[in-house]
Antibody
Framework: EVQLVESGGGLVQPGGSLRLSCAAS????????MTWVRQTPGKGLEWVANINPDGSEKLSVDSVRGRFTISRDNAKNSLYLQLNSLRVEDTAVYYC?????????WGKGTTVTVSS | QSALTQPASVSGSPGQSITISCTET?????????VSWYQQHPGKAPKVIIY???NRPSGVSNRFSGSKSGNTASLTISGLQVEDEADYYCSSFRSSSPVVFGGGTKLTVL
């Protein structure tokens, strides 16, 4: 079964850091682009970042550039998102997804809450 | 960077057809090339139902169809069913540019 499982979310104070992980199974992880998407409470979807198959190309939305870093370990079938200098407005459910132009497999998400 | 505008809500009765629009507002009058649509039920992850403007992934009902004219893409759901009640998001992508999502449309099946 093709599956993505996120972990690493939690409650953190403003200015703090978290590392999100996404474990992939059921497909050749080293082949596709991978993407992080977030959804703030009661709001819409926002693309956060994506990374090419070998990790050499990365794109991110302006609001997180310089604070969040996407990476992957193809040997471990894992995608990561390092979140630094967190702000209250980063509070959201973070989804890991497979694909670039469109995302055909999604995890169930992990919740990040930034609050003092 | 472009923005995608969707109606906040649409509604329809079982058996009817509805269309959700997704209009790109940007300085690029050429429009966007890769449009996808996602369905999201409350508390669930999004699910792709249309990609590359009009293609349906395996397993998605043929009641869902996509089209595009100029800078506006559309999702049509025919033969509305109660289980179609959900939020729907369009998304566009161009090579080497960020992915953009529309603001989402809440579909109510009356």
């Amino acid at each position: 079964e093709v599956q993505l499982v996120e972990s690493g979310g939690g409650l953190v104070q403003p200015g703090g850091s978290l590392r999100l992980s996404c474990a992939a199974s059921g497909f050749t992880f080293s082949s596709p682009w991978m993407t992080w998407v977030r959804q703030t409470p009661g709001k819409g979807l926002e693309w956060v970042a994506n990374i090419n198959p070998d990790g050499s190309e990365k794109l991110s939305v302006d609001s997180v550039r310089g604070r969040f870093t996407i990476s992957r370990d193809n040997a471990k079938n894992s995608l990561y998102l390092q979140l630094n200098s967190l702000r209250v407005e980063d509070t959201a459910v973070y989804y890991c997804a497979r694909g670039l132009g469109y995302m055909d497999v999604w995890g169930k998400g992990t919740t990040v809450t930034v609050s003092s | 960077q472009s923005a995608l505008t969707q109606p906040a809500s649409v509604s329809g009765s079982p058996g009817q057809s509805i269309t959700i629009s997704c209009t790109e507002t940007s300085s690029d009058v050429g429009g966007y090339n890769y449009v996808s649509w996602y369905q999201q039920h409350p508390g669930k992850a999004p699910k792709v139902i249309i990609y590359d403007v009009r293609n349906r992934p395996s397993g998605v009902s043929n009641r869902f169809s996509g089209s595009k004219s100029g800078n506006t893409a559309s999702l049509t759901i025919s033969g509305l069913q109660v289980e179609d009640e959900a939020d729907y998001y369009c998304s566009s992508f161009r090579s080497s540019s960020p992915v953009v999502f529309g603001g989402g449309t809440k579909l109510t099946v009356l």
